[in-house]
């Protein structure tokens, strides 16, 4: 699977990143301890997707201390892989059962500290890409920036970017950063389309930076036998056997890859047979019309 610099001076991610949200769901619990983690990563990167992302929020705030345990049994594998994390949402729960209502937080002095938390949570020395997981309305720019631009020069962090943030949000923040944001990652998928017409894709053109997206598949609703979801299965079974047997996921990843904004799919199964599955979405290129033909599916409608 090829790599690509998420911007001019950014880093080099996988074209596919594995994410880590769901890790700590499975039923099996065998599937969630340190040792079939550690294996599954690995799996991962024999296939390619060399990234991980997570946040400090995952898991109620568990999943980054579950990929230290994973990470302690092969300190080595830390140096084959990037790391993604997110800060900025604060819940009520176990560990602060003082919260009463969930809110966002981007002083700086918190940036820094849920940072701190999670180097030493994952028990590494850097984090390859930190994003600021949503904005947050009463923190201003400049105190935002200066925490993530401490991270930067401690050395801390390698690069910096945000998540769900509007074109004028980014530009923003942006603005005040020592060293250029170097995504949004965003939700993007055949079902919400947003990204598209809502400047986010072309403001990550404009600054030759790669989008990423999140709930490729629609938070699971492309994979559901619904009405909404019939037309893009029909046309996906219309399609297939002229993409190799490609089936409706793996059409969805390559729909969203083909964008020339060139967005970076998160995956987030914790099935090995659907991690293989969806690294084969990397090698399709949807011709033109049948990248239409699914836009029209999707809608409902032909193009304006």
């Known amino acids: 699977m090829?790599?690509?610099?998420i911007a001019p001076n950014g880093p080099e991610f996988s074209r596919l990143v594995y994410g880590t949200w769901r890790i700590l769901d499975d039923e099996d619990k065998a599937n969630?301890?340190?040792q079939a983690l550690l294996s599954r990563f690995k799996?991962?990167?024999d296939l390619g997707i060399t990234t991980l992302d997570t946040a400090e929020i995952y898991g109620t705030y568990h999943v980054e201390e579950a990929i230290g345990g994973a990470l302690k049994l092969d300190p080595a594998f830390r140096d084959k892989i990037e790391i993604v994390t997110?800060?900025?949402i604060y819940i009520p729960c176990d560990f602060h059962p003082e919260r009463k209502v969930a809110f966002y937080n981007l002083t700086a002095e918190r940036i820094v500290k849920s940072t701190e938390k999670s180097l030493r949570l994952m028990g590494i020395d850097h984090i390859d890409l930190l994003l600021v997981h949503r904005p947050d309305w009463l923190t201003s720019a400049d105190e935002t920036a200066a925490g993530l631009n401490k991270l930067l020069?401690?050395?801390k962090i390698r690069a910096v970017g945000v998540?769900?943030?509007n074109v004028h949000q980014f530009e923003l923040l942006n603005s005040r950063m020592d060293q250029p944001l170097v995504t949004n990652q965003v939700e993007f998928s055949l079902l919400h389309m947003d990204p598209i017409y809502d400047g986010t894709a072309d403001q990550c053109q404009r600054h030759r930076i790669l989008p990423m997206a999140w709930s490729p598949l629609a938070k699971g609703a492309l994979m559901q036998g619904n009405p909404e979801t019939e037309p893009l299965r029909a046309k996906a079974a219309e399609l297939s056997a002229k993409y190799g047997g490609a089936t409706l996921d793996q059409f969805a990843y390559a729909w969203i890859m083909a964008h020339p904004s060139k967005p970076l799919p998160i995956i987030g199964t914790n099935k090995l047979d659907r991690i293989q599955a969806c690294v084969k979405?990397?090698?399709i290129q949807l011709e033109r019309e049948d990248w239409y033909a699914f836009w029209v599916a999707a809608k409902g409608h032909g193009i304006p």
């Open 86 to 88: 997110k800060c900025g």
């Open 43 to 45: 799996a991962c990167a």
């Open 32 to 34: 969630c301890t340190p």
């Open 281 to 283: 979405a990397a090698d």
């Open 2 to 5: 090829t790599r690509h610099r």
């Open 153 to 155: 020069k401690d050395g």
């Open 163 to 165: 998540s769900n943030y």
